[in-house]
């Protein structure tokens, strides 16, 4: 598990989310070939798939982790200023037409609402049907994520970027 995910994390250890999963093995072997599956052999352009992942995460105060996909986000091809933008709350205007559907899409399923007509048909001229599930797997993957490490307790491990809705916590007067 951690060969497969270190060339998009950057280290070559397990993830502490992982580490903690693992006192119940096969939940932690189904939670993470779902992800293999959804990061490294999915539909989604690699943007795009990251854009949902920070979106998500921001707008979830996920910080575990948006910490550990900045650096994949940064690999896809999103600018600094891109990835800055996703935390906030409006719907990012330094983005693609595809990656602002995305970010609705995002929006709507963190608000439990329908994602609209408009949206899902916008999306399906990119990605079809497959890739607008694929968003909302996503997001449900990422749930389950971001319960696992608030459930534990999961700190980021040292060397990952602080999330922009954090880094108030983390300034000195």
Known sequence: MAAVRSHADGRRQLAEIYVAMFNNPKVARAVGE??????????????????????????????????????????????????????????????????RAVVQAVDHVVADDEIPAEVQDALVKVV?????????????????????????GISIEPGLPTPPWRKEDHETP
Do not use: K
Not at 35 to 63: H, K, M, N, Y
Not at 129 to 150: D, F, K, Q, R, W
């Open 128 to 152: 079809g049907n497959a890739g607008v599930v694929e968003i909302v797997a996503l997001c449900g993957l990422y749930a389950l994520m971001g319960y696992m490490a608030t459930a534990f």
């Open 34 to 99: 779902l992800g293999e599956r959804l990061r490294f052999q999915g539909i989604l352009p690699d943007d795009l798939r990251e854009t949902v992942i920070l979106r998500f995460s921001a707008r979830r105060g996920a910080d575990y982790e948006w910490a550990h996909h900045v650096r994949p986000a940064t690999q896809a091809g999103l600018t600094a200023a891109q990835i800055e933008a996703l935390a906030g709350d409006a719907v990012p205007a330094n983005t693609t037409p595809a990656q």
